[in-house]
Protein backbone atom coordinates (compact mmCIF):
# COMPACT_ATOMS: atom_id res chain seq x y z
CA UNK A 1 0.00 0.00 0.00
CA UNK A 2 1.48 3.49 -0.97
CA UNK A 3 0.19 6.58 -0.21
CA UNK A 4 1.83 10.04 -1.25
CA UNK A 5 0.99 13.55 0.13
CA UNK A 6 2.16 15.28 -2.97
CA UNK A 7 1.60 12.25 -5.91
CA UNK A 8 2.41 15.05 -8.58
CA UNK A 9 5.87 15.55 -6.99
CA UNK A 10 6.24 12.34 -5.24
CA UNK A 11 6.03 10.11 -8.77
CA UNK A 12 7.08 13.36 -11.20
CA UNK A 13 9.58 11.40 -13.94
CA UNK A 14 13.33 12.74 -13.48
CA UNK A 15 13.22 15.01 -16.24
CA UNK A 16 10.14 16.96 -15.26
CA UNK A 17 11.93 17.41 -11.57
CA UNK A 18 15.33 18.51 -13.15
CA UNK A 19 13.08 20.82 -14.96
CA UNK A 20 11.75 22.08 -11.63
CA UNK A 21 14.99 22.20 -9.89
CA UNK A 22 16.74 23.64 -12.81
CA UNK A 23 14.03 26.84 -12.54
CA UNK A 24 13.42 26.97 -8.88
CA UNK A 25 18.01 27.32 -8.71
CA UNK A 26 18.05 30.17 -10.89
CA UNK A 27 15.58 31.92 -8.75
CA UNK A 28 17.67 30.95 -5.61
CA UNK A 29 20.69 31.76 -6.84
CA UNK A 30 19.26 35.40 -8.04
CA UNK A 31 17.85 35.80 -4.52
CA UNK A 32 20.94 34.70 -2.75
CA UNK A 33 22.73 36.65 -4.46
CA UNK A 34 20.73 39.86 -4.74
CA UNK A 35 19.76 39.32 -0.77
CA UNK A 36 22.57 37.71 0.86
CA UNK A 37 25.73 39.62 1.65
CA UNK A 38 28.26 36.69 2.18
CA UNK A 39 26.64 34.97 -1.07
CA UNK A 40 27.63 37.55 -3.24
CA UNK A 41 30.81 38.01 -1.53
CA UNK A 42 31.39 34.00 -1.96
CA UNK A 43 30.35 34.04 -5.22
CA UNK A 44 32.20 36.92 -6.44
CA UNK A 45 35.31 35.82 -4.89
CA UNK A 46 35.19 32.35 -7.36
CA UNK A 47 34.28 34.62 -10.08
CA UNK A 48 30.52 33.14 -10.81
CA UNK A 49 27.71 35.38 -10.76
CA UNK A 50 24.68 34.04 -10.86
CA UNK A 51 23.96 33.74 -14.67
CA UNK A 52 26.78 31.33 -15.28
CA UNK A 53 24.25 28.41 -13.44
CA UNK A 54 21.64 27.31 -15.79
CA UNK A 55 20.55 23.96 -14.04
CA UNK A 56 21.60 21.75 -11.87
CA UNK A 57 24.55 20.17 -14.23
CA UNK A 58 26.63 23.13 -13.14
CA UNK A 59 26.00 23.06 -9.72
CA UNK A 60 29.47 21.89 -8.78
CA UNK A 61 30.47 25.30 -10.01
CA UNK A 62 29.41 26.98 -6.98
CA UNK A 63 31.28 27.31 -3.96
CA UNK A 64 30.36 25.55 -0.69
CA UNK A 65 28.83 26.85 2.32
CA UNK A 66 29.88 25.37 5.57
CA UNK A 67 28.20 25.35 9.18
CA UNK A 68 31.40 28.07 10.04
CA UNK A 69 29.98 30.57 7.60
CA UNK A 70 26.84 30.66 9.61
CA UNK A 71 28.65 30.65 12.91
CA UNK A 72 30.36 33.37 11.42
CA UNK A 73 27.26 35.82 10.51
CA UNK A 74 25.12 35.28 13.69
CA UNK A 75 22.95 35.99 14.77
CA UNK A 76 20.97 36.70 11.25
CA UNK A 77 23.93 37.95 9.11
CA UNK A 78 22.82 35.26 5.89
CA UNK A 79 19.26 36.20 6.17
CA UNK A 80 18.28 37.21 2.91
CA UNK A 81 14.65 38.76 3.98
CA UNK A 82 14.14 41.72 6.31
CA UNK A 83 13.27 40.75 9.67
CA UNK A 84 9.82 41.76 9.48
CA UNK A 85 8.93 39.20 6.86
CA UNK A 86 10.86 36.47 9.48
CA UNK A 87 8.11 34.34 11.44
CA UNK A 88 10.04 32.12 13.28
CA UNK A 89 13.74 31.63 14.84
CA UNK A 90 15.46 27.93 15.79
CA UNK A 91 18.56 27.92 16.78
CA UNK A 92 21.40 24.66 17.44
CA UNK A 93 23.93 24.92 20.10
CA UNK A 94 27.30 23.70 18.51
CA UNK A 95 29.97 21.73 20.61
CA UNK A 96 32.13 24.41 19.93
CA UNK A 97 31.28 28.23 20.42
CA UNK A 98 28.17 30.13 19.13
CA UNK A 99 24.71 28.80 18.01
CA UNK A 100 23.90 28.76 14.61
CA UNK A 101 20.90 30.04 14.28
CA UNK A 102 17.84 29.87 11.50
CA UNK A 103 15.01 31.87 10.19
CA UNK A 104 12.33 31.29 8.76
CA UNK A 105 8.93 32.91 6.78
CA UNK A 106 5.51 32.26 6.28
CA UNK A 107 5.99 30.57 2.98
CA UNK A 108 9.22 28.61 4.69
CA UNK A 109 7.19 27.46 7.37
CA UNK A 110 4.35 26.19 4.51
CA UNK A 111 7.31 24.14 2.95
CA UNK A 112 8.38 22.14 5.90
CA UNK A 113 4.64 21.30 6.41
CA UNK A 114 4.61 20.24 3.47
CA UNK A 115 7.67 17.93 3.34
CA UNK A 116 6.56 16.84 7.00
CA UNK A 117 3.34 16.03 5.62
CA UNK A 118 4.90 13.84 3.07
CA UNK A 119 7.28 11.64 5.54
CA UNK A 120 4.72 10.71 7.79
CA UNK A 121 1.98 9.93 4.85
CA UNK A 122 4.77 7.53 3.26
CA UNK A 123 5.37 5.85 6.98
CA UNK A 124 1.67 5.48 6.84
CA UNK A 125 0.05 7.85 8.94
CA UNK A 126 -2.92 9.62 8.40
CA UNK A 127 -5.43 12.52 10.07
CA UNK A 128 -7.08 9.68 11.40
CA UNK A 129 -3.58 8.94 13.57
CA UNK A 130 -2.70 10.45 17.19
CA UNK A 131 0.75 11.52 16.60
CA UNK A 132 2.81 11.56 19.59
CA UNK A 133 6.09 14.20 19.19
CA UNK A 134 9.07 13.51 21.59
CA UNK A 135 11.44 15.58 19.80
CA UNK A 136 12.00 18.30 22.50
CA UNK A 137 10.04 21.67 21.74
CA UNK A 138 12.54 24.55 21.88
CA UNK A 139 15.07 26.14 19.75
CA UNK A 140 15.71 22.93 18.93
CA UNK A 141 13.47 21.91 15.21
CA UNK A 142 12.61 18.72 16.06
CA UNK A 143 9.63 18.73 18.37
CA UNK A 144 8.20 22.04 16.18
CA UNK A 145 8.97 20.20 12.71
CA UNK A 146 7.61 16.84 13.98
CA UNK A 147 4.20 19.25 15.27
CA UNK A 148 3.67 21.11 12.16
CA UNK A 149 3.73 17.48 10.20
CA UNK A 150 1.28 16.06 12.65
CA UNK A 151 -1.30 18.92 11.59
CA UNK A 152 -0.89 19.41 8.22
CA UNK A 153 -1.92 16.00 7.89
CA UNK A 154 -4.78 16.59 9.95
CA UNK A 155 -3.96 14.46 12.81
CA UNK A 156 -4.22 14.94 16.33
CA UNK A 157 -0.98 16.40 17.26
CA UNK A 158 0.41 15.63 21.57
CA UNK A 159 3.33 17.92 21.84
CA UNK A 160 4.81 15.67 24.27
CA UNK A 161 8.25 17.37 23.99
CA UNK A 162 10.82 15.26 25.54
CA UNK A 163 11.58 13.60 29.25
CA UNK A 164 9.70 12.66 32.15
CA UNK A 165 9.31 8.87 30.88
CA UNK A 166 6.56 7.87 32.80
CA UNK A 167 4.25 10.45 31.72
CA UNK A 168 5.02 9.37 28.28
CA UNK A 169 4.16 5.97 28.85
CA UNK A 170 0.97 7.53 30.85
CA UNK A 171 0.44 9.83 28.03
CA UNK A 172 0.43 6.65 24.95
CA UNK A 173 -1.27 4.62 26.90
CA UNK A 174 -4.52 7.13 27.71
CA UNK A 175 -4.22 9.52 24.74
CA UNK A 176 -3.94 6.24 22.78
CA UNK A 177 -1.04 7.48 20.47
CA UNK A 178 -0.96 5.72 17.51
CA UNK A 179 2.48 7.51 15.75
CA UNK A 180 5.89 8.49 17.36
CA UNK A 181 8.24 11.34 16.60
CA UNK A 182 11.48 11.45 18.59
CA UNK A 183 14.91 10.60 18.49
CA UNK A 184 16.33 6.49 18.11
CA UNK A 185 18.18 6.83 21.20
CA UNK A 186 15.08 8.13 23.44
CA UNK A 187 12.77 5.68 21.21
CA UNK A 188 15.05 2.76 22.80
CA UNK A 189 14.76 4.27 26.17
CA UNK A 190 11.05 4.87 26.01
CA UNK A 191 11.14 0.86 24.89
CA UNK A 192 13.09 0.01 27.64
CA UNK A 193 10.42 1.73 29.82
CA UNK A 194 7.43 -0.11 28.01
CA UNK A 195 9.45 -3.72 28.82
CA UNK A 196 10.07 -2.57 32.51
CA UNK A 197 6.46 -1.52 32.61
CA UNK A 198 4.73 -4.47 31.01
CA UNK A 199 2.51 -2.66 29.08
CA UNK A 200 3.05 -2.61 25.39
CA UNK A 201 -0.10 -4.91 24.73
CA UNK A 202 -1.88 -1.71 26.08
CA UNK A 203 0.07 0.66 23.34
CA UNK A 204 -1.56 1.65 20.01
CA UNK A 205 1.63 2.58 18.74
CA UNK A 206 1.81 1.75 15.10
CA UNK A 207 4.66 3.78 13.37
CA UNK A 208 7.54 5.52 14.51
CA UNK A 209 9.64 8.49 12.86
CA UNK A 210 13.08 8.36 14.32
CA UNK A 211 15.75 10.96 13.19
CA UNK A 212 18.04 13.80 14.43
CA UNK A 213 20.88 11.32 14.94
CA UNK A 214 22.44 8.21 12.95
CA UNK A 215 21.12 4.86 13.87
CA UNK A 216 21.68 1.60 12.31
CA UNK A 217 19.29 -1.29 10.92
CA UNK A 218 20.31 -3.41 13.95
CA UNK A 219 18.74 -0.50 16.19
CA UNK A 220 15.66 -0.29 14.17
CA UNK A 221 14.68 -4.14 15.04
CA UNK A 222 15.56 -3.06 18.91
CA UNK A 223 13.11 -0.16 18.54
CA UNK A 224 10.65 -2.24 16.51
CA UNK A 225 10.45 -4.91 18.74
CA UNK A 226 10.28 -3.15 21.82
CA UNK A 227 7.63 -0.54 21.21
CA UNK A 228 5.50 -2.59 18.37
CA UNK A 229 6.19 0.08 15.98
CA UNK A 230 7.30 -0.24 12.11
CA UNK A 231 10.29 2.46 12.38
CA UNK A 232 10.98 4.73 10.02
CA UNK A 233 14.48 6.87 9.91
CA UNK A 234 13.48 10.56 9.12
CA UNK A 235 16.21 13.16 8.11
CA UNK A 236 17.00 16.92 8.58
CA UNK A 237 19.05 19.24 9.99
CA UNK A 238 17.96 22.72 11.05
CA UNK A 239 20.12 24.58 8.23
CA UNK A 240 18.31 23.17 5.82
CA UNK A 241 14.93 23.30 7.22
CA UNK A 242 14.43 20.63 10.38
CA UNK A 243 12.89 16.96 9.83
CA UNK A 244 11.68 16.22 6.73
CA UNK A 245 14.43 17.14 4.47
CA UNK A 246 14.16 13.12 3.65
CA UNK A 247 12.20 9.99 5.13
CA UNK A 248 12.43 6.38 4.11
CA UNK A 249 9.22 4.87 2.16
CA UNK A 250 7.52 1.56 2.96
CA UNK A 251 10.62 -0.30 1.14
CA UNK A 252 12.93 1.43 3.43
CA UNK A 253 15.94 1.22 0.55
CA UNK A 254 16.95 4.74 1.60
CA UNK A 255 15.63 8.23 2.41
CA UNK A 256 13.71 10.10 -0.50
CA UNK A 257 14.92 13.56 -0.36
CA UNK A 258 12.10 15.97 -1.05
CA UNK A 259 13.86 17.32 -4.06
CA UNK A 260 11.27 19.57 -5.73
CA UNK A 261 12.73 22.21 -2.73
CA UNK A 262 16.75 20.23 -1.76
CA UNK A 263 19.22 19.48 -4.39
CA UNK A 264 21.14 16.17 -3.19
CA UNK A 265 24.74 15.82 -3.99
CA UNK A 266 27.89 13.47 -2.44
CA UNK A 267 31.54 14.88 -2.30
CA UNK A 268 34.41 13.98 -2.13
CA UNK A 269 35.37 14.88 1.74
CA UNK A 270 39.08 15.86 0.76
CA UNK A 271 38.69 16.85 -2.37
CA UNK A 272 35.35 18.44 -2.53
CA UNK A 273 34.91 17.09 -5.70
CA UNK A 274 31.51 15.51 -6.52
CA UNK A 275 31.10 11.99 -6.23
CA UNK A 276 29.54 9.18 -8.86
CA UNK A 277 26.27 8.06 -7.01
CA UNK A 278 26.29 4.81 -4.67
CA UNK A 279 30.02 6.02 -3.67
CA UNK A 280 30.24 7.45 0.31
CA UNK A 281 31.08 10.62 0.78
CA UNK A 282 29.99 14.11 2.46
CA UNK A 283 25.78 14.92 1.70
CA UNK A 284 25.67 18.28 0.39
CA UNK A 285 22.23 20.18 -0.05
CA UNK A 286 21.00 23.23 -1.87
CA UNK A 287 17.94 25.17 -0.80
CA UNK A 288 15.85 25.88 -4.50
CA UNK A 289 12.52 27.36 -2.27
CA UNK A 290 14.05 28.86 0.75
CA UNK A 291 13.65 32.65 1.30
CA UNK A 292 14.45 33.42 4.89
CA UNK A 293 17.81 31.58 5.05
CA UNK A 294 18.85 30.80 1.33
CA UNK A 295 21.67 28.04 1.46
CA UNK A 296 23.76 27.04 -1.56
CA UNK A 297 25.82 23.80 -1.30
CA UNK A 298 25.84 23.16 2.36
CA UNK A 299 27.96 20.81 3.34
CA UNK A 300 26.24 18.84 6.17
CA UNK A 301 29.76 16.47 6.89
CA UNK A 302 27.09 13.92 7.54
CA UNK A 303 28.53 10.76 5.42
CA UNK A 304 25.79 8.83 3.06
CA UNK A 305 25.41 7.41 -0.11
CA UNK A 306 22.88 8.58 -3.09
CA UNK A 307 20.80 6.40 -5.31
CA UNK A 308 18.87 8.28 -8.46
CA UNK A 309 16.99 4.59 -9.29
CA UNK A 310 13.29 4.70 -9.37
CA UNK A 311 11.85 2.90 -6.34
CA UNK A 312 9.15 0.58 -6.14
CA UNK A 313 7.02 2.86 -4.02
CA UNK A 314 6.58 4.85 -7.00
CA UNK A 315 8.55 7.55 -6.28
CA UNK A 316 11.58 8.88 -8.19
CA UNK A 317 12.91 11.48 -5.78
CA UNK A 318 16.54 10.30 -4.96
CA UNK A 319 16.84 8.26 -1.74
CA UNK A 320 20.14 8.81 0.42
CA UNK A 321 21.37 6.02 2.53
CA UNK A 322 21.72 5.78 6.35
CA UNK A 323 24.10 8.13 7.58
CA UNK A 324 26.94 5.63 8.42
CA UNK A 325 28.85 8.46 10.55
CA UNK A 326 30.17 12.14 9.87
CA UNK A 327 33.00 13.46 8.92
CA UNK A 328 33.68 15.98 12.33
CA UNK A 329 32.47 13.08 14.44
CA UNK A 330 34.81 10.62 12.90
CA UNK A 331 37.40 9.51 14.90
CA UNK A 332 40.93 8.83 13.63
CA UNK A 333 42.36 6.29 15.73
CA UNK A 334 46.05 4.61 14.66
CA UNK A 335 45.62 6.36 11.25
CA UNK A 336 41.94 4.42 10.64
CA UNK A 337 38.66 6.40 10.51
CA UNK A 338 36.55 5.21 13.19
CA UNK A 339 32.36 5.83 13.23
CA UNK A 340 30.25 5.68 16.43
CA UNK A 341 27.80 4.33 14.24
CA UNK A 342 30.06 1.10 13.11
CA UNK A 343 30.57 0.18 16.95
CA UNK A 344 26.91 0.16 17.61
CA UNK A 345 26.12 -2.08 14.51
CA UNK A 346 28.67 -4.67 16.00
CA UNK A 347 27.00 -4.48 19.37
CA UNK A 348 23.69 -5.13 18.35
CA UNK A 349 24.83 -7.85 16.07
CA UNK A 350 25.70 -10.28 19.51
CA UNK A 351 22.86 -11.65 21.41
CA UNK A 352 22.13 -10.59 24.73
CA UNK A 353 24.43 -6.94 23.98
CA UNK A 354 22.53 -3.41 24.72
CA UNK A 355 23.12 -0.99 22.27
CA UNK A 356 24.46 0.96 25.40
CA UNK A 357 28.25 1.74 25.18
CA UNK A 358 30.91 4.41 25.20
CA UNK A 359 34.17 5.06 22.86
CA UNK A 360 37.01 6.07 25.04
CA UNK A 361 40.51 7.04 22.87
CA UNK A 362 43.80 7.62 24.91
CA UNK A 363 46.88 7.55 23.87
CA UNK A 364 48.87 5.23 25.91
CA UNK A 365 52.78 5.13 24.80
CA UNK A 366 52.47 7.08 21.97
CA UNK A 367 50.11 4.57 20.92
CA UNK A 368 46.37 5.55 20.55
CA UNK A 369 44.04 3.03 22.44
CA UNK A 370 40.59 2.23 21.86
CA UNK A 371 38.53 1.32 24.71
CA UNK A 372 34.27 0.43 24.24
CA UNK A 373 32.80 0.26 27.67
CA UNK A 374 29.73 -2.02 26.95
CA UNK A 375 26.58 -2.47 29.74
CA UNK A 376 26.09 -5.48 30.99
CA UNK A 377 22.80 -6.76 30.45
CA UNK A 378 21.05 -9.84 31.68
CA UNK A 379 21.10 -11.32 28.48
CA UNK A 380 24.49 -11.05 28.71
CA UNK A 381 25.28 -12.48 32.15
CA UNK A 382 26.14 -15.55 33.71
CA UNK A 383 27.50 -17.49 36.57
CA UNK A 384 30.13 -19.07 34.44
CA UNK A 385 33.07 -16.37 33.94
CA UNK A 386 34.18 -18.28 31.02
CA UNK A 387 30.42 -17.85 29.20
CA UNK A 388 30.91 -14.08 29.67
CA UNK A 389 34.28 -13.94 28.02
CA UNK A 390 33.86 -15.76 25.60
CA UNK A 391 31.02 -13.29 24.61
CA UNK A 392 33.80 -10.65 25.12
CA UNK A 393 35.86 -11.75 22.94
CA UNK A 394 33.43 -12.23 20.03
CA UNK A 395 32.85 -8.46 20.23
CA UNK A 396 36.83 -7.94 20.19
CA UNK A 397 36.58 -9.97 17.12
CA UNK A 398 33.70 -8.48 15.46
CA UNK A 399 35.08 -4.82 16.22
CA UNK A 400 38.59 -5.90 14.77
CA UNK A 401 36.96 -6.83 11.97
CA UNK A 402 34.33 -4.34 11.19
CA UNK A 403 37.30 -1.65 12.36
CA UNK A 404 40.50 -2.87 11.48
CA UNK A 405 42.10 -1.64 14.62
CA UNK A 406 41.61 -3.78 18.14
CA UNK A 407 39.39 -2.38 21.05
CA UNK A 408 39.49 -3.36 24.49
CA UNK A 409 36.00 -4.22 25.68
CA UNK A 410 34.92 -3.48 29.18
CA UNK A 411 31.96 -4.62 30.85
CA UNK A 412 30.47 -1.71 33.01
CA UNK A 413 27.14 -2.14 34.81
CA UNK A 414 23.53 -1.77 33.85
CA UNK A 415 22.66 1.41 34.01
CA UNK A 416 26.07 3.28 34.17
CA UNK A 417 26.34 4.68 30.33
CA UNK A 418 23.78 7.57 30.33
CA UNK A 419 20.66 7.02 28.55
CA UNK A 420 20.27 10.31 26.40
CA UNK A 421 16.99 11.70 25.40
CA UNK A 422 18.90 13.77 22.80
CA UNK A 423 21.59 13.74 20.81
CA UNK A 424 23.67 10.75 21.77
CA UNK A 425 27.04 11.27 22.72
CA UNK A 426 29.01 8.42 22.80
CA UNK A 427 32.86 9.13 22.66
CA UNK A 428 35.33 10.83 25.20
CA UNK A 429 38.76 11.34 23.78
CA UNK A 430 41.56 11.81 26.12
CA UNK A 431 44.24 12.49 23.45
CA UNK A 432 45.93 15.63 23.69
CA UNK A 433 46.62 17.40 20.51
CA UNK B 1 17.44 -31.76 45.57
CA UNK B 2 18.97 -28.35 44.24
CA UNK B 3 20.30 -25.19 46.02
CA UNK B 4 19.36 -21.88 44.51
CA UNK B 5 22.94 -19.60 44.38
CA UNK B 6 22.88 -15.66 43.28
CA UNK B 7 25.21 -14.64 41.15
CA UNK B 8 26.23 -10.82 40.68
CA UNK B 9 27.90 -9.03 38.03
CA UNK B 10 30.46 -6.68 39.51
CA UNK B 11 32.42 -4.22 37.45
CA UNK B 12 36.15 -4.13 37.26
CA UNK B 13 37.01 -0.55 39.10
CA UNK B 14 37.40 0.37 42.87
CA UNK B 15 34.37 0.62 45.29
CA UNK B 16 32.04 -1.71 42.81
CA UNK B 17 31.94 -4.72 45.39
CA UNK B 18 31.39 -2.60 48.13
CA UNK B 19 28.46 -0.83 46.00
CA UNK B 20 26.96 -4.53 45.65
CA UNK B 21 27.59 -5.73 49.63
CA UNK B 22 25.65 -2.15 50.47
CA UNK B 23 22.82 -2.83 48.50
CA UNK B 24 23.04 -6.76 50.54
CA UNK B 25 23.31 -5.33 53.71
CA UNK B 26 20.70 -2.45 53.96
CA UNK B 27 18.10 -5.05 52.92
CA UNK B 28 19.27 -7.16 55.63
CA UNK B 29 20.27 -10.15 53.50
CA UNK B 30 22.06 -13.02 55.61
CA UNK B 31 24.99 -14.52 53.48
CA UNK B 32 25.26 -18.24 54.46
CA UNK B 33 28.17 -18.62 51.81
CA UNK B 34 29.86 -16.11 49.61
CA UNK B 35 32.19 -17.14 47.11
CA UNK B 36 34.21 -13.89 44.05
CA UNK B 37 35.81 -15.29 40.70
CA UNK B 38 37.55 -12.60 39.64
CA UNK B 39 39.32 -11.88 36.29
CA UNK B 40 41.14 -9.21 35.23
CA UNK B 41 38.13 -7.70 33.37
CA UNK B 42 35.61 -8.29 35.72
CA UNK B 43 34.23 -10.42 38.82
CA UNK B 44 30.91 -12.38 39.65
CA UNK B 45 29.93 -12.78 43.18
CA UNK B 46 28.17 -16.06 43.91
CA UNK B 47 26.17 -15.94 47.28
CA UNK B 48 24.15 -18.43 49.30
CA UNK B 49 21.40 -16.76 50.97
CA UNK B 50 18.13 -17.82 53.12
CA UNK B 51 15.78 -15.59 50.66
CA UNK B 52 16.86 -16.14 47.17
CA UNK B 53 14.08 -14.96 45.09
CA UNK B 54 13.98 -11.73 47.50
CA UNK B 55 17.84 -11.37 47.01
CA UNK B 56 17.33 -11.07 43.33
CA UNK B 57 14.54 -8.60 43.41
CA UNK B 58 16.30 -6.26 45.99
CA UNK B 59 19.53 -6.46 43.12
CA UNK B 60 17.25 -5.94 40.31
CA UNK B 61 15.36 -3.28 41.65
CA UNK B 62 19.04 -1.27 41.98
CA UNK B 63 19.65 -2.10 38.44
CA UNK B 64 22.39 -4.24 39.69
CA UNK B 65 22.66 -7.61 37.38
CA UNK B 66 22.13 -11.05 38.56
CA UNK B 67 20.61 -14.49 37.72
CA UNK B 68 19.78 -17.66 40.29
CA UNK B 69 21.26 -20.71 39.14
CA UNK B 70 20.85 -23.89 40.66
CA UNK B 71 23.84 -25.87 42.02
CA UNK B 72 24.55 -29.22 43.82
CA UNK B 73 25.65 -28.73 48.01
CA UNK B 74 27.13 -31.68 49.74
CA UNK B 75 28.32 -32.28 53.26
CA UNK B 76 32.03 -32.81 53.99
CA UNK B 77 33.33 -34.98 56.89
CA UNK B 78 36.35 -32.07 58.75
CA UNK B 79 38.91 -33.89 58.00
CA UNK B 80 42.09 -33.94 55.69
CA UNK B 81 41.16 -35.39 51.91
CA UNK B 82 37.22 -34.84 52.61
CA UNK B 83 37.32 -32.03 49.44
CA UNK B 84 39.78 -34.48 47.25
CA UNK B 85 37.54 -37.55 47.38
CA UNK B 86 34.32 -35.55 46.56
CA UNK B 87 36.49 -34.19 43.26
CA UNK B 88 37.95 -37.37 42.35
CA UNK B 89 34.36 -39.00 42.72
CA UNK B 90 33.14 -36.45 39.99
CA UNK B 91 35.43 -37.58 37.52
CA UNK B 92 34.25 -37.19 33.94
CA UNK B 93 31.60 -34.47 35.02
CA UNK B 94 32.91 -31.09 34.39
CA UNK B 95 33.07 -28.69 37.35
CA UNK B 96 32.46 -25.35 36.18
CA UNK B 97 33.84 -24.04 40.07
CA UNK B 98 33.44 -24.86 43.70
CA UNK B 99 33.61 -23.23 46.94
CA UNK B 100 33.30 -24.71 50.55
CA UNK B 101 32.12 -23.00 52.96
CA UNK B 102 32.05 -24.15 57.44
CA UNK B 103 29.31 -22.98 60.05
CA UNK B 104 29.11 -22.09 63.37
CA UNK B 105 26.37 -24.89 63.93
CA UNK B 106 28.51 -28.12 63.61
CA UNK B 107 31.51 -29.51 62.85
CA UNK B 108 31.22 -30.42 59.12
CA UNK B 109 32.01 -28.13 56.07
CA UNK B 110 29.69 -27.88 52.99
CA UNK B 111 30.87 -27.50 49.11
CA UNK B 112 28.74 -25.67 46.55
CA UNK B 113 29.01 -27.69 43.19
CA UNK B 114 28.48 -26.16 39.79
CA UNK B 115 27.96 -29.06 37.38
CA UNK B 116 25.73 -28.80 34.05
CA UNK B 117 23.79 -31.70 34.92
CA UNK B 118 23.10 -31.77 38.72
CA UNK B 119 21.06 -34.85 38.63
CA UNK B 120 23.82 -37.14 37.73
CA UNK B 121 26.78 -35.52 39.72
CA UNK B 122 24.54 -35.93 43.05
CA UNK B 123 23.67 -39.64 41.93
CA UNK B 124 27.18 -40.35 41.73
CA UNK B 125 28.50 -38.65 44.80
CA UNK B 126 25.39 -40.40 46.57
CA UNK B 127 26.74 -43.55 45.00
CA UNK B 128 30.45 -43.21 46.92
CA UNK B 129 28.38 -42.40 50.29
CA UNK B 130 28.49 -38.54 50.44
CA UNK B 131 25.59 -36.79 51.69
CA UNK B 132 23.47 -34.30 49.33
CA UNK B 133 22.20 -31.11 51.37
CA UNK B 134 19.36 -29.20 49.23
CA UNK B 135 18.01 -25.68 50.24
CA UNK B 136 16.17 -26.38 53.48
CA UNK B 137 19.13 -27.91 54.95
CA UNK B 138 21.46 -25.13 53.98
CA UNK B 139 18.95 -22.11 54.67
CA UNK B 140 18.47 -23.16 58.41
CA UNK B 141 22.11 -23.71 59.01
ZN1 LIG C 1 10.44 4.52 -2.06
Not at chain 2, 26 to 46: N, P, Q, V, Y
Not at chain 2, 92 to 111: H, K, M, N, P, Q
Not at chain 2, 130 to 137: A, F, L, R, W, Y
Request: glycine share 10%; hydrophobic share 40%.
Amino acid sequence: MNAYWNPEIETMSRDALTTLQDRRLRTALNHAYTNCKPYRAKMEAAGILPGDINGVEDLWKLPMTHKSDLRDSYPYGMFAVPMGDVVRIHASSGTTGKQTVVGYTAQDIAVWGECMARCLTMAGATKDDIVHVSYGYGLFTGGLGGHIGGETIGAATIPASTGNTKRQLQMFSDFGSTVLLCTPSYAMHLGDAVLEEGIRDQLKLRIGLFGAEPWTEEMRGEIESRLGVRAHDIYGLSEVMGPGVSCDCPERKGLHVMEDHFLVEIVDPHTGKPLPDGVPGELVFTCVTKEALPLIRYNTRDICTIDRSPCACGRNLTRMGKITGRTDDMLIIRGVNVFPSQVESVLLGVAGVAPYYRLVVDRINNLDALEIQVEMTEGLFSDEERRIESTVRRIEKDVLSMLGISAKITLVSHGTIERFEGKAKRVLDRRTP
Amino acid sequence: MVIEQISVFVENKQGALSEVLEVLAEGKIDLRAISIADTSDFGILRMIVPDPDKTLALLKAKGITASKTEVTGCKLPDEPGALYRVLKTLEGISVEYIYAFLTRRDEDAYVIIRVEDNERAQEVLRAAGHTIIGSEDVYSL
